[in-house]
């Protein structure tokens, strides 16, 4: 919802899909930089601490861009500087939520949760992007910003009851070192890690295929809206209305995988899923009736979901506590990659049309994952055994052993820590 916010705005300022491209230019860059930086604090502080932080971050950035477009001043550069401000947010945000999944359910009920958890996130992707629509129709963008704003405001306070136990992963640290000598360890702690563990490297690439089209998808549907099932003056309801739809596929496809953890061959789902999402894309850029663009959009979601889901909760089944904040932030590093889609699809749109480049771009992935999952047959094979019921979640292990109910060697049978 609120990527789209921006991109309508800077869309409204320019009217170019170049400089949506360089607006995400301008967001990526940071990435590479703050990610790792923001995993290794994810794993030392207190999770719970982190969204709080992030949410606050993000109400004030909306609040000022809200008040520049109401007094008449906003212009391309303020959307331009604070793109960078709005990816150091994300750097913190995206692995500490990704983390805290693990922390407060069972192991054993995992994908279960992390379909849901998705499941919940695409609720704002099919209700958000439509009242983004709806609310600049009936007020102005500078309006929206500010409700957008109040609604990140709303989630900071509901983060307050999020637990205070079991939100830290790593536990210990050297106190003696310097800041740079700490944080080079903690990193060079999960480049030995990922070395050792060669199955979350290839699960961590995989996963990095389909956001490369799927953000930008998002990004320029702004254009597809006016170009191919439009007019100038509806555009920014039909842009709502299309996003909406891949988040009504990928709700379905949530609601199919609360069971996912009874289903053990992985690489089955991440194959059907990943190549369900790019021949989706495929007749979506060649469609140019809307009732059937909107099929072939909630077709994509699903499939997206159904890889995402076994992805992300195969990764943190496999990886320690300890280490979960770090390894999800190499993920964040998926949107270091966007100028390799995004930039010459901009230019590409403003040259081709959407539907020929969107169309060129998911030939080009399908075959790009043909070969991937040829030449990796640890994805393609991939099988994880139905775990046995866990007792308890890491979360309520550890406040029994702060309430000296437990011993950390009960808490960690009862956690299943050791079991994969």
Do not use: C
Not at 171 to 188: A, F, G, H, M
């Amino acid at each position: 919802m609120q990527l789209l916010l921006r991109h309508l705005v800077v869309y409204e300022i320019t009217n170019t899909a170049a400089s949506l491209a360089w607006m995400t230019v301008a967001a990526v860059v940071v990435l590479p930089f703050m990610a790792p930086i923001a995993g290794v604090y994810v794993d030392r502080l207190n999770k719970r601490t982190i969204l709080l932080f992030t949410e606050i971050s993000s109400t004030l950035l909306f609040l000022g861009i809200g008040i520049l477009i109401i007094s008449g001043k906003i212009e391309f550069w303020h959307m331009l500087i604070t793109a960078p401000l709005f990816s150091i947010v994300f750097a913190f945000f995206m692995p500490a939520r990704q983390a805290l999944v693990p922390a407060l359910v069972p192991k054993h009920k995992l994908g279960n949760a992390l379909a849901l958890t998705m499941g919940s996130n695409t609720l704002t992707q099919m209700i958000g992007p439509a009242i983004v629509g709806l609310s600049i129709f009936l007020t102005n963008h500078g309006i929206t910003m500010l409700i957008v704003a109040g609604m990140f405001g709303l989630a900071s306070i509901t983060d307050l009851r999020l637990p205070k136990h079991g939100m830290i992963g790593k536990q210990k640290s050297d106190q003696s070192e310097s800041v740079i000598r700490s944080l080079w360890t903690d990193l060079r702690e999960l480049i030995d890690y990922l070395r050792n563990n060669q199955l979350i490297p290839l699960l961590l690439v995989f996963g990095m295929v389909l956001p490369l089209i799927n953000f930008p998808l998002q990004q320029f549907m702004v254009v597809f809206a006016e170009k191919t099932f439009g007019d100038p003056g509806s555009k920014d309801f039909i842009a709502g209305l299309l996003i909406s739809m891949l988040g009504v596929g990928s709700l379905i496809g949530a609601l199919v995988l609360t069971s996912s953890d009874r289903f053990p061959h992985k690489g089955r789902l991440l194959m059907v899923g990943s190549f369900t999402a790019i021949i989706a894309l495929g007749l979506f850029s060649i469609s140019h009736d809307l009732r059937i663009a909107i099929i072939f959009l909630a077709l994509m979601g699903f499939g997206q979901m159904l890889f995402q889901v076994t992805n992300n909760s195969s990764i943190q089944r496999i990886v320690e506590n300890n280490m979960l904040g770090r390894v999800m932030s190499v993920v964040s590093l998926q949107w270091s990659l966007l100028p390799l889609g995004i930039i010459p699809l901009g230019f590409a749109i403003d040259r081709f049309g959407p539907g020929n480049s969107f169309g060129f771009t998911a030939l080009f992935l399908f075959v790009l994952l043909s070969i991937m999952f040829f030449l990796t047959p640890q994805i393609r094979t991939l099988y994880m055994k139905p775990l046995e019921k866990i007792e308890m979640s890491l979360v309520q292990a550890e406040k029994l052993v702060a309430e000296g109910k437990l011993t950390p060697e009960e808490a960690n049978k009862l956690t299943g820590k050791n079991e994969t």
